[in-house]
């Protein structure tokens, strides 16, 4: 391989990192922007009141933290990952089934509710 051929494939990866950050930043950007109107009583996603509203957007400033969806809750992409047979989203998936069971008294599949609820981006990305 050239020295020519090893510094244009540097710059693509460099470029290739800068969009990455961009996109990252954008997302975050909307997901502190949602908990802010949530936090003002200004963003009621799913028809929800005020706290509903605010742990949602605190849920999706969380996902997207993590690499998610900015308008995507956490139990929705670990769906959306068990799905596709990702191991880490079954684990979460009964995870959390076994938490929400636990609190509400009677068995549910709490990641496939919450796909239901929110889903926007495609299997668990």
């Known amino acids: 391989m050239s020295l020519v051929t090893l510094q244009i494939l540097v710059l693509a990866l460099y470029a290739m990192n800068a969009v990455l950050i961009i996109r990252y930043t954008a ?13 003002v009583g200004a963003y009621h996603p799913n028809g929800a009141g005020y706290m509903p509203s605010w742990w949602y957007s605190l849920d999706c400033l969380a996902n997207t933290v993590i690499g998610g969806d900015p308008h995507e809750t956490i139990s929705a992409r670990a769906g959306k990952a068990r799905t596709a047979g990702r191991l880490w989203g079954c684990v979460l998936c009964r995870m959390l089934g076994w938490i929400v069971t ?4 009677q068995p549910t599949d709490y990641c496939a509710d919450s796909m239901a609820r929110d889903a926007i981006t495609p299997h668990g990305e």
């Open 27 to 39: 997302n975050l950007a909307v997901a502190v922007w949602n908990l802010m109107r949530a936090w």
């Open 102 to 105: 636990k609190v509400v008294g």
